[in-house]
């Protein structure tokens, strides 16, 4: 189903469970991107590791995106180099940890749709463009 969806848009996004399991190897194979949202914990990067192993072996793109960040703090830039040594790519753009987000998903919303300014929006424009950018 998903190469039919492939040659009738520009952009398909589909979201998986984040396991690995059958349902993510055919994703894997169609996408041109596959993101990988990570919060920033040393936990969280290992539990990616099957999936970015798994995306490697499928030879899908991979942006790794870490999620849920306080700035500047050393465990950022920690789990993003550890990332790196897993040979990921890290997304320069890096979501915070916000109460916007938690807010708007209650709500079937995402932050752009709550509001036309402010950190997070900036944070999502950022992650489209660095996404569009990759793309082509």
């Known amino acids: 189903e998903s190469e039919k969806l492939k040659k009738r848009f520009d952009f398909v996004i589909i979201d998986t469970p984040p396991k690995i399991d059958s349902d993510l190897r055919p994703a894997l ?9 990570v919060a920033s914990s040393h936990v969280d990067l290992w539990a990616t590791e099957g999936v970015l192993d798994l995306a490697r072996r499928e030879k899908a793109e991979v942006l790794l995106v870490l999620n849920r960040t ?13 990332a790196e040594q897993l040979g990921a790519v890290v997304a320069t753009t890096q979501i915070a940890n916000r109460v916007t987000y938690a807010e708007t998903l209650g709500q079937g919303l995402g932050a752009i749709e709550r509001s036309r300014s402010g950190p997070a929006v900036a ?3 950022a992650l489209t463009d660095e996404v569009l950018g990759r793309m082509g």
């Open 29 to 37: 194979r169609v996408a041109d991107l596959v993101l990988v949202p």
């Open 70 to 82: 306080r700035p500047n703090t050393r465990l950022g830039a920690e789990v993003a180099e550890k």
């Open 123 to 125: 944070e999502m424009a």
